[in-house]
């Protein structure tokens, strides 16, 4: 959605409440409810592992499993990670990403991102722009890619698909139910559905130094037979557009980006509802929009999340 129209949207619900005291309340739980909620979740994540664990923007099935096995057997087990945490290293000012790569980790496989992996799994107060050049740089060893653009995207893909390992593994710890087993890897490996940025955007990769040291790809560069090729809707990729909202992060690799916002309209908020903070949002929720965004706040502030 556009700008104005989320404006718009939220300026209505805010002069609706102001003038009438309107807003949608919770809805109470029941079991019925609560089966359909936990359903939707434990589709959505078999949904997304087997998205990971497949070919991807720019980047083949074979890494894309490796790194999304490594992020996976990381999270809450590797002892040379919260060994390093705990004694607070490296020191502020330190190269993080080369003393990463230096120390133990308890690794699963012979990724070359591995270290890097682990990283972004358990250290993410640690990471900087220093770190995401490292990864560009390994990106560009391993994969002898000589166009940055193209080494962005691919660090982008890489990190969205660490990132919904992670969201997949926490949800599980949190909710008291066993993590899946993650896909077995494809065979044979099939490469990624694009060669370069190029192939679906039609200008650069933009980037706002003043909100980040990554790229994000404004809906509008995305060229028309990619969005129909894979059945994406530009409409909802455009949330991503402002460099200030999270999810834009993930948009310079817009395949992984909207299996991304998939598994979040389940599991978070659907995008059509996310401005929408006098709502109860999708069809099995009990916490209104705005209950939603105080919960989350609260869970951001306690890790010390700055996005």
């Known amino acids: 959605m556009g700008n104005v129209n989320v404006k718009l949207t939220v300026a209505g619900d805010v002069l609706r409440n102001v003038l009438t005291g309107h807003y949608e309340k919770g809805v109470a739980t029941s079991p019925e409810r609560t089966a359909q909620r936990r359903k939707n979740c434990l589709d959505a994540i ?47 000012g330190a190269n993080f990403a080369e003393y990463n790569r230096e ?19 358990n250290r993410q107060n640690k990471l900087s722009e220093e770190f995401f050049q490292a990864m560009l740089q390994r990106l560009k060893d391993v994969t002898d890619e000589v166009q940055e653009e193209d080494v962005q995207a691919m660090a982008v893909e890489l990190t969205t698909v660490v990132a919904l390992c992670v969201g997949v593994r926490a949800f599980c710890s949190a909710y008291g139910v066993k993590a899946p087993a993650l896909p077995q890897k494809m065979e044979p490996c099939k490469p990624g559905r694009f060669q370069h940025v190029s192939d679906y955007s039609n200008g650069q990769l933009q980037i706002e130094k003043s ?27 455009s949330f991503g557009d402002n460099p200030r909202i999270p999810t834009s992060k993930a948009s310079a690799a817009p395949l992984t980006y909207w299996e991304f916002l998939k598994f979040r309209d389940v599991m978070y908020v659907p995008t059509a509802d996310v401005t929408r903070f006098m709502k109860v949002p999708g069809l099995d929720r009990t916490l209104n929009r705005g209950q939603l965004e105080v919960a989350a706040a609260e869970y951001t502030t306690a890790k010390a999340c700055n996005f």
């Open 46 to 92: 078999h949904q997304v592992l087997h998205t990971v664990v497949g070919p991807g923007d720019l980047l083949s099935s074979d890494l894309r499993h490796d790194v999304a096995a490594e992020a996976y057997a990381a999270w809450g087990s590797c002892q040379g990670c919260f060994k390093a945490k705990a004694a607070m290293e490296p020191p502020p």
């Open 103 to 121: 120390i133990d980790h308890d690794f699963t496989t012979q990724s070359p991102f591995r270290d890097l992996v682990h990283g972004l799994v």
């Open 211 to 237: 909100m980040g040291w990554g790229p994000y790809l404004p809906s509008q560069q995305l060229r028309p037979e990619a969005l129909e090729r894979f059945g994406l809707e530009r409409s909802e990729l």
